[in-house]
Nanobody, 116 residues
Framework: EVQLVESGGGLVQPGGSLRLSCAAS????????MSWVRQSPGKGLEWIAY????????HYEDSVKGRFTISRDNAKNTVYLQMNSVKPQDTAVYYC?????????WGQGTQVTVSS
């Protein structure tokens, strides 16, 4: 059974930091491009970062560039999102996504709320 399980969400103050994790199982994690996608209240899905299967390259949406870092540990089948200098507009449900020619998979999401 394919599973992507996000964790690490919660309430954080503006300017603070949070680290999200996404543990994968049931598919060949190291061959998949992994992404983080978020959905803010009343808005559609927004891709914010992806990392190549080897981890050699990462790309970011402009609003998070310089503040968020995506990384992966293929030995642990886990992808991470380090969130620094968070802003209220970062409030959203954060999903991880795995994509390859063999399939496309989504986690259930983790809520991140940025508020003082």
């Amino acid at each position: 059974e394919v599973q992507l399980v996000e964790s690490g969400g919660g309430l954080v103050q503006p300017g603070g930091s949070l680290r999200l994790s996404c543990a994968a199982s049931g598919f060949s994690f190291s061959t998949y491009v992994m992404s983080w996608v978020r959905q803010s209240p009343g808005k559609g899905l927004e891709w914010i970062a992806y990392i190549t299967s080897s981890g050699a390259s990462a790309h970011y949406e402009d609003s998070v560039k310089g503040r968020f870092t995506i990384s992966r540990d293929n030995a642990k089948n886990t992808v991470y999102l380090q969130m620094n200098s968070v802003k209220p507009q970062d409030t959203a449900v954060y999903y991880c996504n795995g994509d390859s020619a063999a399939g496309n998979y989504w986690g259930q999401g983790t809520q991140v709320t940025v508020s003082s």
